[in-house]
């Protein structure tokens, strides 16, 4: 990636900007604004705890900087899986979800998907929070990062994120078009997941080219009717929410994006959650929801189109300035 630039724009360049739900955008901002560690960001939440007009308070008191970083803009979608599974291991749950191992190292590579799933150096040391019915399910709930579990009593368990083994993410949709199985334009969840449980030995190895393998934590104290936690700890919202590099967006950040496509979104986000596939200036993950309906309209998702953040105005103007 080349060094960012920091382009300054106004609210008239944004397509769309007058015509969006700002009241909604609004209140999505105001859920994780408190935890935004900073006095320029602390001044401003504050200020929405007054119900200012949501327009008027977005267009007084930020600006929209367009960061760019020389790679295209790239939008994809995901969401909350609802999966069948089970708190103990029976005949048809053999496939565990792991909580967070005690000897897991923020930062330090641990052991590979392939070691964890053949060697199995995390059986009988009570990680086990649930099991599933389908190792591809378990694949894709640590791609999402979150999910609901509904057991067999009927009661539903949540997960969230936990934590990772520090090896590198790599889409094994990009392996299989390397491969010549498929076209770019063909690859999505559903494609992947089928093909995988078509080809018993050879998708569950293509899965072990995503070296990356995600540790879960319970959090089934968070209400059915909000969404799933994100990278700030609070529930996350469908159709506002999105996943971002924190490396050039503050998480809580304001975010407008302008996706192309064959269902063009022009709208006010909020930057409440972050990814392993995510990175870079343009570069977003839109939550979807929870659920089967959910997960088959993020699978839709690959469109370019642009991501403009929106800063407080003295950060913004300071910004701009240090990096012409």
């Avoid at 990009?174 to 992947?192: K, T």
């Avoid at 994100?230 to 407008?256: H, K, Q, Y």
């Amino acid at each position: 990636m080349a060094d960012p630039t920091y382009t300054q724009l106004t609210f008239d360049d944004l397509r769309g900007w007058r015509d969006d739900d700002h009241q909604a955008a609004f209140d999505v901002f105001t859920n994780t604004c408190r935890d935004l560690d900073d006095p320029q960001w602390e001044v401003l939440c504050d200020f929405a705890k007054t119900n200012p007009e949501p327009r008027g308070f977005f267009e007084k008191f930020f600006h929209p900087i367009l960061i760019e970083d020389g790679e295209p803009m790239l939008f994809t979608g995901y969401f909350e899986p609802q999966l069948p599974g089970s708190r103990e291991k029976r005949a048809s749950y053999r496939y565990p979800i792991y909580g967070v191992p005690d000897d897991l190292v923020r930062g330090e590579p641990y052991y590979t998907r392939r070691e964890i799933d053949e060697d199995q150096p995390l059986a009988n040391r009570g990680l086990e929070l649930a099991w599933l019915t389908d190792p591809v399910d378990l694949f894709f709930l640590q791609i999402q990062g979150s999910g609901r579990i509904s057991l067999p009593d009927g009661s539903v368990m949540r997960v969230g994120y936990g934590g990772k083994n520090s090896r590198n993410y790599s889409s094994v949709g990009m392996e299989l078009v390397d491969r010549g199985i498929f076209e770019p334009h063909q690859v999505s969840a559903a494609v992947i997941r089928n093909w995988v449980r078509q080809n018993r030995e050879e998708g569950r190895a293509l899965l072990w080219e995503n070296e990356s393998y995600v540790f879960f934590r319970e959090v089934s104290e968070v209400p059915a009717d909000l969404g799933p936690l994100g990278a700030m700890n609070r529930s996350i919202t469908e159709g506002r929410s999105i996943a971002i590099d924190p490396a050039f967006v503050t998480l809580g950040a304001p975010v407008w994006i302008e996706k192309e496509g064959a269902e063009p979104m022009n709208r006010l986000m909020v930057a409440q959650d972050t990814g392993s596939a995510i990175k870079g200036a343009q570069r977003a993950d839109i939550f979807f929801g929870t659920g089967d309906e959910a997960g088959r309209e993020a699978g839709k998702i690959k469109d370019p189109g642009r991501m403009v953040v929106l800063m407080p105005t003295t950060m913004a103007h300071r910004l701009v300035v240090a990096n012409r």
